[in-house]
Nanobody
């Protein structure tokens, strides 16, 4: 069993900061890329930022310079530092990890439960 548990969302004012965390636990052989996605009601989930196991990052254009993704491989944890937040950043944020479990060559996607980020103007 693999679990991704998120924390760190909340309600903040525009211009403030938040730090999201997502820890993977369970029977894990290796974790490839990890990432953060966002989803508004009635819309598709979209990538915000991702990071490879070696630390190469990728960001959605609108968040470049304001959000920073990082990971601690020893803790199987990915972070999203969110600075200079804007009302349009309001969404539910989901973490994702591409994980290989023991005795399997297959790599599959696992998702966190989602954490609400609300930015008031």
């Amino acid at each position: 069993q693999v679990q991704l548990v998120e924390s760190g969302g909340g309600l903040v004012q525009a211009g403030w900061s938040l730090r999201l965390s997502c820890a993977a636990s369970g029977s894990i052989s290796s974790i490839n890329a990890m990432g953060w996605y966002r989803q508004a009601p009635g819309k598709q989930r979209e990538l915000v930022a991702s990071i490879t196991s070696s630390g190469i990052t990728n960001y959605e254009e609108s968040v470049k310079g304001r959000l920073a993704i990082s990971r601690d491989n020893a803790k199987n944890t990915v972070y999203l530092q969110m600075n200079s937040l804007k009302p349009e950043d309001t969404d539910v944020y989901y973490c994702n990890a591409r994980i290989r479990i023991p005795w399997s060559t297959r790599i599959r996607d696992y998702w966190g439960q989602g954490t609400q980020v609300t930015v008031s103007s």
